[in-house]
DNA sequence: CGCAATAATGTGATCTTATAACATGACACT
DNA sequence: AGTGTCATGTTATAAGATCACATTATTGCG
């Protein structure tokens, strides 16, 4: 059993095979690319895709990332701590990765109280180049 | 005229119309709802509105929201300093506000430059209540 | 166990958002 | 007129997401 399988407790069947092809990727994928990838294992319209991905975002195993309609698994170990705040998108190479900064979570916070605004939900997400993509590295 | 047919210094007629639309709002639209309401004016197919749209969010006159799919007229005056860093999002009455900080900017640049990422976009967009929507206001 | 309630799944159709591809028109300069 | 460029118009289609409804598992409880 590899790696990528493992963690499924309280997973059913489709969202550990969603959460495996996110898991195997080392980029954010598409809802429908997710379909082509379970074709062989019995997948055969999105609302399979959607539903597992509902779910899984729910409980914090996943990320949606907004300005790409695309997902990622979430790169902390165990998935406790929902702690991650912003993502960092590679437009060369398309990985991501996951920012928890108390800093940027603590003026968010200031910046909602000043105007009496409630947060929800934050979406942060900064494109551009990773370390090992910028030329002059 | 109305107040929200001027500033069109620059912009074709189609741009134009793409702005006042969204100008009259008081909530994003889509590209969509866009064409819709300028079907009177002349407007047929998607890629009028997305064109218009390209070129209006590249001037800055317009920001277009990730997290919705939509997109909005800058609230700026003369839309000169392209400042804005982030988006409160109501998600009762569906205003959107422009944010300035530039302690969010900074902490940014620093996020980034601890890893090494250069940004060329940062989107920042805060879902919630607005001050008027808060139950217990 | 037996059965109802609930959750998950399968499936087709539909809806929304966005872009590709190609043709036309308008103007600017030579 | 010739040509370059940019905006526009138009058809079709790609890509992303949801609805509606039928079916199958799972769970909880008498």
């Known amino acids: 059993m590899s790696v990528s399988e ?3 407790s309280g997973l059913t069947r489709n969202q550990g095979l ?3 092809a996110l898991s195997r990727a080392d980029a954010p994928l598409s809802a429908y690319t997710i379909l082509d990838q379970l074709r062989d294992a019995g997948f055969r319209a999105p609302p399979q ?3 597992a991905l509902e779910k899984l975002v729910e409980s914090g195993r996943v990320h949606r990332l907004e ?3 695309a997902f990622v698994a979430c790169q902390h170990p165990g998935c406790d701590g929902h702690t991650t705040v912003a993502f960092t998108i590679c437009e060369q190479c398309g990985r991501v990765a996951e920012v928890s900064d108390t800093a940027l979570v603590e003026r968010i916070r200031e910046i909602a109280d000043a105007s009496g605004f409630r ?3 934050s979406t942060v997400e900064l494109r551009g180049l990773c370390a090992q ?3 002059s590295a």
């Open 6 to 8: 493992d963690n499924h």
């Open 18 to 20: 969603v959460l495996d």
């Open 49 to 51: 895709v959607y539903r």
């Open 67 to 69: 300005s790409l309609n």
């Open 119 to 121: 947060v929800s939900k």
């Open 133 to 135: 993509c910028v030329p």
